[in-house]
């Protein structure tokens, strides 16, 4: 039992790690508002942030994985609902799934962004319920690669690019 409770644990701190990543990769844009969402005891909060930038806003949802899926089980109804919802709200709100393939023993540490609405449509287009870490490599849906700062002492992603190509994931 303790096995268990370990494993998630460890799986937990690895989100808040990627969540601390993607905070601190936030500071690096110039008119940025963000706001880190905290769950409650129920886990009802609809994603992990609101991000509020001149250009866009974003309610991005945090997922680590150390496999080498993005399965659509990783989300809860109600955050699924949430960032779909704000996908709505006006043109320029998108619902993002902020997605990290973190596996240092076999050499991967990649991350992606996706709107929630786009990849719902390609899983249903290949009827299943999982985007393969290959499927983003080679772009086979929209979705923008967050490439790392080489010029911070922690570890960041530059996410300049991510703002400029929201429209089009």
Known sequence: MSTQ???QRERQQR?????DEMRRSWAYIKNCWRLRLKDGKGGTQVADEVVLLQQVNI???HKRTEGDRFELSFLRSDQITGLLNFDRVI???Y????ISFHNLAIGRDVAYAVRLVTALRYMQHKGQHYIHLDDF???KLPCAQLLRRQDTEDPTYDLQELIECCKLL
């Open 5 to 7: 409770r370990d494993k």
């Open 15 to 19: 989100g808040e790690a990627f969540q």
């Open 59 to 61: 309610l991005g949802e």
């Open 91 to 93: 043109d320029r709100s």
């Open 95 to 98: 619902g993002l799934v902020f």
């Open 137 to 139: 490599i080679h772009k």
